[in-house]
Nanobody, 124 residues
Framework: VQLQASGGGLVQPGGSLRLSCAAAASGRIFSSWVMAWFRQAPGKEREFVSAIRWGTGRSYYADSVKGRFTISRSTAENTLSLQMNSLKVEDTAVYYC????????????????WGQGTLVTVSS
């Protein structure tokens, strides 16, 4: 499944952005799969941000974004979204969407389908 992430940009602290991740029309996302957002800041390792079970819609968040970010999905359109509110400078990173066919994992090495990443810069 090919994934295409979009929606990044420059925003001031306290602002909002909405990221989207579209699966290619030829790809099917199965209900047992998990889709997730990861991010990687310069000089740091890629880290888990949020995930959602495709079938049930149950969501999971890193403590650092809980209460500020909301993950959602559209099963009809095969799209994943991440609404990011109250953004902080430390949220600056390249954000990636990914799929894990085996269920929920917080380790990015367990994910086998990745989008190309979209840059989010939070700065005044």
């Amino acid at each position: 499944v090919q994934l295409q992430a979009s929606g990044g940009g420059l925003v001031q602290p306290g602002g909002s952005l909405r990221l989207s991740c579209a699966a290619a029309a030829s790809g099917r996302i199965f209900s047992s799969w998990v889709m997730a957002w990861f991010r990687q800041a310069p000089g740091k390792e890629r880290e888990f941000v949020s995930a959602i079970r495709w079938g049930t819609g149950r969501s999971y968040y890193a403590d650092s974004v809980k209460g500020r970010f909301t993950i959602s999905r559209s099963t009809a359109e095969n799209t994943l979204s991440l609404q990011m509110n109250s953004l902080k400078v430390e949220d600056t990173a390249v954000y990636y969407c990914a799929i894990n066919r085996d269920g929920l994992e917080y380790d990015p090495r367990q994910y086998d389908h990745w989008g190309q990443g979209t840059l989010v810069t939070v700065s005044s």
